[in-house]
């Protein structure tokens, strides 16, 4: 039964209206390039209002162990998202040195990416359309018939180009654990629209009811 995870989130009220409409996660950024980066103190009152009813997710691309692992505890992050180059060990010592789940993010063009992958011991997998200069936040999907060869076992997260529109053919061609959206829902980056928030959940929902 897919889960939604919504990322990119930089205000209490986007989080909120997610976790209202049944959202698992709620994603934030701590990647200065990235047009919807969390400034630190609006992630604290987000984990600090929501936390308890699903999961905050802090995002990351090649930080250090001690950069994840002071925002993780200033925050009060329950899952970590490692979106860049980090290895197998790391990933590793981050769950070590946090207590939070780890979702390892790849960038897919081809099955190579996803055999890439399988030294990846983490909690969950995460799978995103590749773009040469953006980690994530793409607006593209990626070739949605890979997912069956993969064979990692990890619970696999579908991101990449998602909206109320097709979030349904790539829950049935997939099977995920969860989907990924940030780009698919909003009215600017960093900014949810809300009618697009509600029915890309109402979407992805209705096929665990249907």
Known sequence: MPRVKICGNTNLADAELAADLGAWAVGLIFHPPSPRACREEDAVE?????????????????PSLDEVAATADRVGLTMLQLHGDEGPAFCAEAA??????????????????LQALEPFHTDLHLLDAHHDDLRGGTGTTFDWDLVSRRRSPQPLIVSGGLTPG??????????????????????????KDPRKLEDFLNSALEVVTS
């Open 166 to 191: 097709n979030v349904q053919d790539a829950i049935a061609a997939t099977r995920p654990f969860a989907v990924d959206v940030a780009t698919g829902v909003e009215a600017e980056p960093g900014r």
């Open 46 to 62: 987000i984990a600090a209002a929501l936390r308890r009813r699903l999961e905050i997710v802090g995002v990351f691309v090649n």
């Open 96 to 113: 070590r040195r946090t207590g939070c789940k780890v979702i390892k993010a790849a960038q897919v063009r081809s099955l190579a990416d």
